[in-house]
C-alpha cells in the first residue's frame, strides 16, 4: 500500500510547534485502491469550513475524483467515530478552545450523546473542577458546606459522605494522576 499523508504542523506566536487537536482524514477512493491517502488537519469552527478542508485533502487524491472519506484518527481530539456528524465535530473543535482535552475527553467518555450546539455550556454546567481524587472533593465539600463544631469533627464521617455523594457525580482521569470530577445531571 502506498502512503501518502500530510501532517499539519501548528505554530504558536513563538514558532514553536503546538500539539493542537486535529483528525486524519482520509480518501476512500484511494484506500479502496491500494493507496493511504489523507491529511491531518485542525477541523475549522464551521460545518462549511471544515467541509473545505476535507475537499482539499480529498484535491491531493492519486485516485480520480474522489467524493468518499472518513477520519481515520484522531489526536488529542474524542474519538467520534469513523464517520461523525461534522457539525459535532465542530462543536468539539469550538469547545476544545474553552477547555484542555482532557475535561473534554472526560464529559465525552460519559455522555456521549449530546447536542451539536451546546457542548461548551453542558461541560459547564456539569463540571465542577480537578482534585487528586474524589475524597479531596468530598472533604473540600463537607468543609465548605457544612459548619461542623470542633467537638464533633472527629466524629463526622467523611468516608460515608463521600461514599453518599459520589452517587450525584462521575469522574475521568486527568492528567498528572489527578481526576476530573463531573455533576452527574
Not at 505554530?11 to 510547534?17: A, L, S, V
Not at 461523525?84 to 455522555?111: Q, W
Request: net charge negative; with cysteine.
Amino acid at each position: 500500500m502506498t502512503t501518502t499523508t500530510t501532517q499539519a504542523i501548528v505554530k504558536d506566536d513563538k514558532g514553536q510547534e503546538v500539539d493542537k487537536p486535529s483528525i486524519w482524514v482520509a480518501c476512500l477512493s484511494a484506500y479502496n485502491s491500494g493507496y493511504l491517502h489523507g491529511a491531518w488537519i485542525v477541523p475549522k469552527s464551521t460545518k462549511e469550513e471544515l467541509e473545505e478542508q476535507i475537499q482539499e485533502v480529498l484535491k491531493g487524491s492519486p485516485v480520480g475524483d474522489p467524493e468518499e472519506w472518513a477520519i481515520h484518527d484522531y489526536n488529542n481530539f474524542p474519538d467520534l467515530g469513523e464517520y461523525p456528524d461534522l457539525e459535532k465535530v465542530c462543536e468539539v473543535a469550538r469547545t476544545l478552545e474553552d477547555f484542555e482535552p482532557s475535561i473534554v475527553h472526560g464529559y465525552l467518555e460519559n455522555f456521549t450523546d449530546f447536542e451539536a450546539d451546546n457542548l461548551k455550556e453542558s461541560i459547564e454546567e456539569a463540571f465542577v473542577g480537578t482534585f487528586d481524587n474524589f475524597r479531596e472533593y468530598a472533604d473540600q465539600t463537607a468543609d465548605e458546606t457544612m459548619e461542623i463544631p470542633d467537638h464533633i469533627a472527629s466524629y463526622f464521617d467523611y468516608e460515608g459522605f463521600a461514599r453518599d455523594l459520589e452517587m450525584d457525580y462521575w469522574t475521568a482521569d486527568a492528567p498528572g494522576y489527578q481526576t476530573h470530577i463531573f455533576r452527574n445531571y
